[in-house]
Structures are given as C-alpha cells and as structure tokens.
C-alpha cells in the first residue's frame, strides 16, 4: 500500500513506473496533475481513483496495469492521454466524468474485458484506435458531441452489440 499525503499537487512523469508488486495507492484530494507514465507497469495495481482536482490523466499514466480492475475519474478530468489506461486487461468497471472533453488515442486499447462504456455529452473528441482491441466491450453509448467516428475506433471489439451515437456524426 503506497499513502501519498495530502499537500502533494502532481504526480511527476514515471514516479512510479515499473512499481510491479505496488497493489494499492491512495491518492490524496490535493492531485491536480496526473502526469505521463506515472504508473506505466504497475502491474499489482488493483484500482484508483483520480482526484477532483486532477483535470487530465496523462499519456500511458496507467498502461499496462494489467491488475487494474476499477476506476473512478474525478469530475474536473478534461482530457484521458494516449494510452492512458491501454493495456488494462481486467479493467472491468470505469466511471467517466461528465467534464470529459477528449479521449485520445489508443486510451483503452486492449482492456480486453471492460464490457460497457458510457461517454459523457462533453465529449467533443476520440482519437483513432481509443478503444482498439476491447475484446469484451458489448455496449457503448456516445452523448458527446463527436462529429466523425475515427478510423480503427472499435477495431478488435468482438462481441460489440450496441453503438449509440449521437445526432452529430
């Protein structure tokens, strides 16, 4: 278990990369900054939750933490980085906030078994490959306010059932 104490605002690029036996972190209310790499190859971590004051969760923050199983992003949370949480294979559960303007790519490419996703109205942007290779992935429904679905977005969803899309596109 990792307790970083409150007063702590960023989480610096590779702070805790490779920490492979690292199960549990507890993030203090007072992270604004969830930064690149931060937790890259955590692969004991189990969950998160991303503070209110974090508005962005860096590019592979979270990639490859194959034991990451839930996730709660903070309602300030802007903007999901690059293969931010690519690589999480038994990511079941997330919870996306309603300020989420853009999910870049490859975010959750191969959370193989993340089964249900739900993108809040804000949305304005998915980049290319977002949800590549989401084996499991069966329902997805897009409030936001995308206008063009991008190449390769659900490529490898094997079992997707339902699309909702907004009126935009």
Do not use: M, W
């Not at 592979?60 to 194959?66: D, E, I, L």
């Not at 690589?87 to 853009?102: K, V």
């Not at 089964?115 to 499991?136: M, W």
């Not at 992935?137 to 899309?165: D, M, P, Y």
């Amino acid at each position: 278990l990792l307790f970083i104490p409150f007063g702590v605002k960023t989480i610096e690029s590779g702070a805790f990369q490779g920490c492979s036996s690292l199960p549990s972190i507890t993030l203090p209310e007072s992270v604004s900054s969830i930064e690149n790499d931060t937790f890259n190859g955590c692969s004991s971590l189990t969950s998160i939750a991303i503070p209110e004051l974090v508005t962005s969760v860096g590019g592979y923050a979270f990639y490859g933490c194959t034991s990451l199983k839930n996730v709660t992003i903070g309602e300030n949370v802007e903007t999901i980085g690059e293969y931010a949480f690519s690589g999480c294979q038994t990511l079941t559960d997330i919870t996306i906030p309603a300020s989420l303007e853009s999910i870049q790519g490859h975010a959750f490419d191969g959370c193989a078994s993340l089964t249900c996703i739900d993108i809040p109205e804000l949305v304005n942007n998915i980049d290319a490959f977002a949800f590549n290779n989401c084996k499991a992935l069966e329902t997805i429904n897009i409030e936001g306010q995308i206008k063009r679905v991008n190449n390769n977005l659900f490529s490898g969803c094997e079992h997707l059932k339902s699309i909702t899309l907004p009126q935009s596109v």
